[in-house]
């Protein structure tokens, strides 16, 4: 790792429209959200157009596929047992359209093909079924199949896969040495904090989420600015932020957001670290002008760094 001497600006994004949520929310709940991807993700890849951003597109398999024939015949013999069976994708494969013009919650083919088509774009995969590696019942082997179904997907598009982003960040060094000797060379990881540290749902408490949430306006964990990291023969690209999307009840203190997110920024530019910012195209489904004017005000302050301290756009693959 002592090749990088730049600091490094890095986008994630976890692309996963229906499949990521449906295990607590409907369409009925969240339909807006994810038809809101329909325009959100042509609008963001003008954005990293403009401001030259390479970003790392870590993609649910399932979409991968244009119709449900295709989905069907693509799913894996073993599949996850969870002890609560809501959280399997393959509960809802009953409520899921034939195609992308039927069904547009669940498939996402055209969407894939426009960020494929944008220069610097990566695609890396979200597992196939966003599998959760951390909840109960579920065990190696079967993660082992999702994994090889999802570069099996990826292959019939032309796509190699690199990098990996685990769902809900729920991983362990198990599900690394599988993702590693399945070819898949780096991940992103979690912060340096309790906060954060990979857990299943039932880790998530009250306490956690509103401590969260609370970091994003003040600095009680530091900046989580890092070089890339090797583990286990893959190169850990941490996250340093959640870009949380945009609430009006929030609002009013939006400025503190902001700051503190420049601020980690110019800490990995003085560091020649990497700054690690991560959200799901779902997120700025609704409220669309919003989300995209603050994102605006983060890479317009990259910019200022690339100008002032060489800070590069990166994306995932780009560290390998």
């Not at 994810?34 to 993700?41: A, K, P, W």
């Not at 009006?248 to 560091?271: F, G, M, V, Y």
Request: glycine share 6%; charged share 25%; with cysteine.
């Amino acid at each position: 790792m002592e090749g990088y001497k730049n600091s490094h600006f890095v986008i994630s994004l976890d692309f996963e429209l229906m499949w990521g949520v449906r295990d607590h929310l409907s369409v009925a709940q969240y339909g807006a959200n994810i038809r809101g991807v329909r325009e959100g993700i042509p609008r963001l890849l003008e954005l990293f157009d403009r401001f030259g951003i390479r970003a790392t597109w870590a993609t649910v398999g399932f979409l991968f596929c244009e119709n449900k024939d295709e989905l069907m015949a693509s799913l894996p013999s073993l599949r996850p047992g969870y002890r609560k069976t809501l959280l399997s994708n393959y509960s809802y494969l009953n409520e899921v359209g034939q195609n992308e013009r039927d069904d547009p919650h669940y498939f996402g083919f055209s969407l894939l093909k426009k960020i494929q088509a944008c220069p610097g774009q990566e695609i890396a995969t979200h597992t196939f079924s966003h599998y959760y590696c951390l909840e109960e019942g579920q065990t190696s082997n079967e993660f082992k199949a999702d994994i090889e179904a999802a570069i099996l997907v990826a292959r019939r598009q032309g796509i190699e896969l690199k990098s990996i982003v685990f769902p809900r960040n729920q991983y362990s060094r198990e599900h690394l040495a599988i993702v590693q000797m399945a070819g898949l060379k780096t991940f992103r990881g979690t912060e340096r904090s309790w906060l954060y540290r990979p857990t299943n749902a039932s880790g998530q408490n009250r306490f956690r989420r509103a401590g969260r949430l609370a970091d994003q306006y003040f600095n009680f964990t530091g900046d989580h600015v890092r070089r890339p990291t090797q583990v286990d023969g893959l190169t850990e690209i941490a996250s340093s932020r959640f870009l949380r999307p945009y609430s009006k009840t929030l609002a009013p203190i939006d400025r503190l957001r902001l700051s503190r997110t420049k601020k980690t920024i110019d800490a990995a530019a003085s560091q020649n670290g990497i700054f690690h910012l991560w959200w799901h195209p779902h997120n700025f489904g609704v409220n669309l002008d919003e989300n995209l004017e603050f994102l605006t005000s983060i890479l317009r302050h990259f910019a200022r760094m690339r100008k002032t301290h060489g800070m590069q756009s990166f994306r995932m693959d780009d560290f390998i």
